[in-house]
């Protein structure tokens, strides 16, 4: 948790809810109108990132949205029509909002600084970030773990998350509605057998979340990370699994409602805690899973 003074924001006030008024865009009066927003991982039609890119564009965001296909071809849900997937959020979009994205592989050494330098280059000042992106696959269990397997597990959900962050508030202007929002899993609440990897890069994120939020705040920027818990974004299909059918049905037994999440489960937190509403929920790490039971 950020403690004291670091709650508040700079330049908002605890009893003013601070909305955009829709004269300076010619806009609607959605909860992000005359906001633009940067969303890394959205590939597919059935990710996380394509739930939360269409959530705020519903709440009247301009979007740059981050999609690198080629990781999804390696998988066995393999990729997405990305064209498609574009025209397919423009149609959600408020008039006169506008929608751009960036192809971008989030592996490389400067790739978090080159994804809001070109974000920025297109869009002008950002609002918003979230880091939706993951790399999947190449993990294992502890004893078979290589060290180009950590590394690269890092390099993508860590490193360029870490980075993407301070370049983000770097061109942060100050301006309220500054918000970040980072994806961790649920390594902290249970273990996750043969995926070391990938758990490791996860909660590094949630571990340092208070200590970024600190420094965040600092710059009236709100940071927050979320759990969004099993959601089948392909990968709970027993036709595209990275996992056999009893492992499926012995996760879906632990869900009280009968169902996996769907992407739009998480979607909904993380589009409420980029608005005003959110202002005074700072530093947190938030599990979104319907229950789940370990």
Not at 202 to 208: E, R, V
Not at 225 to 231: H, I, L, R
């Amino acid at each position: 948790m950020v403690q004291d003074a670091c709650l508040r924001l700079p330049n908002e006030r605890a009893d003013v809810v601070v909305r955009p008024m829709a004269g300076a865009y010619g806009r609607g009066m959605g909860l992000l109108s005359g906001r633009t927003a940067l969303v890394t991982g959205v590939s597919r039609r059935r990710g996380i990132g394509f739930a939360v890119a269409s959530r705020l564009a519903g709440l009247g965001a301009d979007l740059v949205v981050h999609h690198w296909s080629p990781h999804d071809a390696e998988q066995p849900w393999g990729a997405d029509d990305v064209p498609a997937l574009l025209t397919g959020l423009r149609g959600r979009l408020d008039p006169g909002a506008q929608l751009h994205d960036v192809v971008l592989d989030l592996a490389g050494e400067h790739a978090g600084e080159e994804l809001v330098a070109e974000a920025v280059a297109r869009a002008g000042h950002l609002d918003v970030l979230v880091c939706n992106h993951a790399r999947s696959g190449g993990d294992g269990r502890l004893a078979d773990l290589s060290v180009g397997a950590l590394d690269a597990h890092w390099a993508v959900n860590t490193r360029s998350t870490l980075m993407a962050t301070a370049a983000f508030a770097a061109q942060h202007d100050g301006r309220p509605g500054g918000r970040v929002v980072w994806m961790t899993s649920g390594q902290a609440l249970g273990p996750m057998p043969g995926e070391v990897a990938y758990a490791t890069s996860k909660a590094a994120l949630a571990g340092i979340t208070p200590t970024v939020a600190a420094e965040l705040a600092d710059r009236g920027i709100g940071l927050n990370t979320v759990n969004p818990g099993p959601v089948n974004t392909g990968y709970l299909d027993v036709e595209t699994a990275d996992r056999p059918p009893e492992v499926l049905e012995a996760v879906l037994s632990r869900f009280p409602g009968g169902r996996f999440g769907e992407p739009d489960d998480p979607a909904r937190l993380v589009a409420w805690l980029v608005t005003d509403d959110a202002r005074w929920v700072v530093g947190q790490v938030i599990s979104t899973e319907g229950g789940f039971r370990r």
